[in-house]
T-cell receptor, first 111, second 112 residues
Framework: NAGVTQTPKFQVLKTGQSMTLQCAQD?????MYWYRQDPGMGLRLIYY???????DKGEVPNGYNVSRLNKREFSLRLESAAPSQTSVYFC??????????FGDGTRLSIL | GDSVTQMEGPVTLSEEAFLTINCTYT??????LFWYVQYPGEGLQLLLK?????DKGSNKGFEATYRKETTSFHLEKGSVQVSDSAVYFC???????????FGRGTSLIVHP
């Protein structure tokens, strides 16, 4: 019963480096999401994928790209990391008419 | 657009105290309402939900009632424990939307 699995759990990058955050779900959910969580800011939606083959921007998409690789996997890429992207990143999935299921997060620091 | 407003924290209580965390919402139609809990270092987990007016969601001693007339979904627990210390998020999901709307979260700290 893995649910939503995120890798890595922790990462430190230097400004300008790139990296991809991975997310996979085993609940056969159609929709998947990437959020960032910053102190005092709650959850902010970066990108989402309503179904396999589609992706759309959320509230704070600048500096990020996503790929819905298949129904299970939804990755988030930072092409040129900036200190403002230091945050905790959460992936979530959701079935029709159901609540969201969240991963345990990736803690990303950019120096 | 849809929105969720919840009381700011932190809420600090002694063990066995009564808890209320207020949540009000604005939405078109008849959304489903949720409370999520986030323990330190973890992701959000669904705590309880209600899908129509006057429904009461409950789990682990927590309760919340979907009040359409006051557009509210307040979270309550009769006797909190130190292990309830966490951040609590109120959220709604409107029919036909892929994007749930979250409140900003309320931190609860319970002292022994």
């Amino acid at each position: 019963n893995a649910g939503v699995t995120q890798t890595p759990k922790f990462q430190v990058l230097k400004t300008g480096q790139s990296m991809t955050l991975q997310c996979a779900q085993d609940m056969n959910h159609n929709s998947m999401y990437w959020y960032r969580q910053d102190p005092g800011m709650g959850l902010r939606l970066i990108y989402y994928s309503a179904s396999e083959g589609t992706t759309d921007k959320g509230e704070v998409p600048n500096g990020y790209n996503v790929s819905r690789l298949n129904k299970r996997e939804f990755s988030l890429r930072l092409e040129s990391a900036a200190p403002s992207q230091t945050s905790v990143y959460f992936c979530a999935s959701m079935g029709v008419g159901q609540p969201q299921h969240f991963g345990d997060g990736t803690r990303l620091s950019i120096l | 657009g849809d929105s969720v407003t919840q009381m700011e924290g932190p809420v600090t209580l002694s063990e066995e105290a009564f808890l209320t965390i207020n949540c009000t919402y604005t939405a078109t139609g008849y959304p489903s309402l949720f409370w999520y809990v986030q323990y330190p270092g973890e992701g959000l987990q669904l705590l309880l939900k209600a899908t129509k007016a006057d429904d009461k969601g409950s789990n682990k001693g927590f309760e919340a009632t979907y009040r359409k007339e006051t557009t509210s979904f307040h979270l309550e627990k009769g006797s909190v424990q130190v292990s309830d210390s966490a951040v609590y998020f109120c959220a709604l999901s409107a029919g036909g939307s892929y994007i749930p709307t979250f409140g900003r979260g309320t931190s609860l700290i319970v002292h022994p």
